[in-house]
């Protein structure tokens, strides 16, 4: 009899592999300060509250594309945004992006069978990989140049061919660099790949303006966004894809069968954040306050950090030594003695925050440490404290 094929075992979720760190960190007064996942801890604005009880769409079906007002909204932002007009048929919503991105390699597999390869960055939030497993297909990583860029031309010819699509993501999670969207955009059309472009942190650019790969024509392009970092509304759920019109159909078309909809509370509450930007201005100069404070308390013990050009994580080279001390017993017990966890395992016993290891971001990432601005600045000065009174001890006594 044939070998029967092996049943897909979920790997452990990357966060769950935290929950050493949090333990040490939980042990100093004051608790953990959790800088690991990116989840936003500010409200969003009142009037989107409000939305979610006075929408009166609860009884009925919602639109599985989105309602004209919410697909509205979407539009106007893009335009007020990025400057470009986008029609109604070349935008549709989807239940949070996380959703959309493990879902994409199954879909666009349905339409092309030939195809059975995801490219994605090399270092990147991971479920782009995870979306290629649950497919079936081949997830290969794209290097990235020194600037944070994916370096395309290293992209094996066989890969492309095979190719359902290529992810980019700008600002990146977790390097916070800009990618060059223009170039991923013709790289596609060249090769007839669909580019899918993350752009969910587009809002928290500080490097010049806010980029989209729209700005470089439709075709054969999606954007995906979010109102969950820009409007503080991750527990909503709810984002949209837009751009290429029979991508956008062929999506939205699939994903009504499959009863994939936005429920409709939601999608008025969604309108409402994004017909509003005061409220993202606020929330710019709060990640940018706690983005300095956080690099200056690495700064002080001695670890060099750079403001990234966009998002809100800090991505840290993990020193090759032991900055604080007081983590070996921890980490050796772990049986990870890599750099970058080390030096997690210090900041959380000597910071008590609990941050990132890069390699949950791809093997590439390895040697860095990624560090969520998203808990209060009062949270943050806590940590910058601790580490300080940390660095000041005398060696000895650590």
């Given at each position: 009899?044939?070998?029967?094929?092996?049943?897909?075992?979920?790997?452990?979720?990357?966060?769950?592999?935290?929950?050493?760190?949090?333990?040490v960190?939980?042990?100093?007064?004051?608790?953990?300060?959790?800088?690991?996942?990116?989840?936003?801890?500010d409200?969003?604005?009142?009037a989107?509250?409000?939305?979610?009880?006075?929408?009166?769409?609860?009884?009925?079906?919602?639109?599985?594309?989105?309602?004209?007002?919410?697909?509205?909204?979407?539009?106007?932002?893009?335009?007020?945004?990025?400057?470009?007009?986008?029609?109604?048929?070349?935008?549709?919503?989807?239940?949070?992006?996380?959703?959309?991105?493990?879902?994409?390699?199954?879909?666009?597999?349905?339409?092309?069978?030939?195809?059975?390869?995801?490219?994605?960055?090399?270092?990147?939030?991971?479920?782009?990989?995870?979306?290629?497993?649950?497919?079936?297909?081949?997830?290969?990583?794209?290097?990235?140049?020194a600037?944070?860029?994916?370096?395309?031309?290293?992209?094996?010819?066989?890969?492309?061919?095979?190719a359902l699509?290529?992810?980019?993501?700008?600002?990146?999670?977790?390097?916070?660099?800009?990618?060059?969207?223009?170039?991923?955009?013709?790289?596609?059309?060249?090769?007839?790949?669909p580019?899918?472009?993350?752009?969910?942190?587009?809002?928290?650019?500080?490097?010049?303006?806010?980029?989209?790969?729209?700005?470089?024509?439709?075709?054969?392009?999606?954007?995906?966004?979010?109102v969950?970092?820009?409007?503080?509304?991750?527990?909503?759920?709810?984002?949209?894809?837009?751009?290429?019109?029979?991508?956008?159909?062929?999506?939205?078309?699939?994903?009504?069968?499959?009863?994939?909809?936005?429920?409709?509370?939601?999608?008025?509450?969604a309108?409402?954040?994004?017909?509003?930007?005061?409220?993202?201005?606020?929330?710019?100069?709060?990640?940018?306050?706690?983005?300095?404070?956080?690099?200056?308390?690495?700064?002080?013990?001695?670890?060099?950090?750079?403001?990234?050009?966009?998002?809100?994580?800090?991505?840290?080279?993990?020193?090759?030594?032991?900055?604080?001390?007081?983590?070996?017993?921890?980490?050796?017990?772990?049986?990870?003695?890599?750099?970058?966890?080390?030096?997690?395992?210090?900041?959380?016993?000597?910071?008590?925050?609990?941050?990132?290891?890069?390699?949950?971001?791809?093997?590439?990432?390895?040697?860095?440490?990624?560090?969520?601005?998203?808990?209060?600045?009062?949270?943050?000065?806590?940590?910058?404290?601790?580490?300080?009174?940390?660095?000041?001890?005398?060696?000895?006594?650590?």
């Open positions: 009899m044939p070998d029967r094929p092996e049943a897909f075992v979920p790997p452990t979720y990357p966060y769950d592999r935290l929950a050493p760190l949090s333990a960190a939980a042990r100093l007064p004051g608790g953990a300060v959790d800088l690991s996942v990116g989840t936003p801890c409200a969003p604005p009142p989107v509250v409000e939305a979610l009880g006075s929408s009166g769409a609860e009884r009925g079906y919602p639109s599985g594309t989105g309602s004209a007002r919410l697909l509205d909204a979407a539009r106007a932002w893009i335009g007020r945004r990025f400057s470009v007009d986008v029609e109604r048929r070349e935008v549709a919503a989807c239940i949070g992006t996380k959703e959309l991105v493990a879902g994409v390699p199954h879909w666009l597999r349905l339409r092309d069978p030939s195809r059975d390869t995801v490219l994605y960055p090399s270092v990147s939030y991971p479920t782009y990989a995870m979306g290629a497993a649950l497919a079936g297909c081949r997830a290969v990583p794209v290097p990235q140049r600037d944070g860029a994916l370096d395309l031309g290293s992209v094996d010819p066989d890969d492309a061919t095979r699509c290529l992810w980019v993501n700008s600002p990146s999670n977790p390097t916070g660099a800009l990618d060059d969207l223009g170039a991923a955009a013709r790289w596609g059309r060249s090769r007839g790949v580019v899918l472009s993350d752009e969910c942190y587009a809002e928290f650019t500080w490097d010049g303006r806010a980029r989209t790969i729209l700005e470089h024509g439709m075709d054969g392009v999606l954007a995906v966004h979010s969950s970092k820009r409007s503080n509304c991750a527990g909503l759920r709810v984002g949209f894809y837009a751009g290429d019109a029979g991508l956008v159909a062929y999506f939205a078309e699939l994903r009504r069968h499959a009863g994939f909809m936005v429920p409709g509370p939601v999608q008025l509450a309108a409402v954040a994004l017909e509003d930007d005061a409220h993202v201005v606020a929330q710019r100069e709060r990640y940018r306050t706690r983005l300095e404070r956080c690099a200056a308390a690495l700064r002080a013990i001695g670890v060099p950090v750079d403001l990234p050009s966009g998002g809100f994580y800090l991505w840290v080279r993990a020193p090759l030594e032991e900055t604080l001390g007081g983590a070996g017993d921890a980490a050796g017990a772990a049986g990870d003695l890599a750099p970058a966890w080390r030096f997690s395992w210090e900041l959380a016993a000597r910071g008590g925050a609990l941050v990132s290891p890069g390699e949950l971001y791809g093997e590439d990432g390895a040697g860095h440490v990624r560090i969520a601005v998203v808990q209060p600045l009062e949270r943050i000065e806590l940590v910058a404290g601790r580490l300080a009174a940390a660095r000041a001890e005398p060696a000895g006594s650590r």
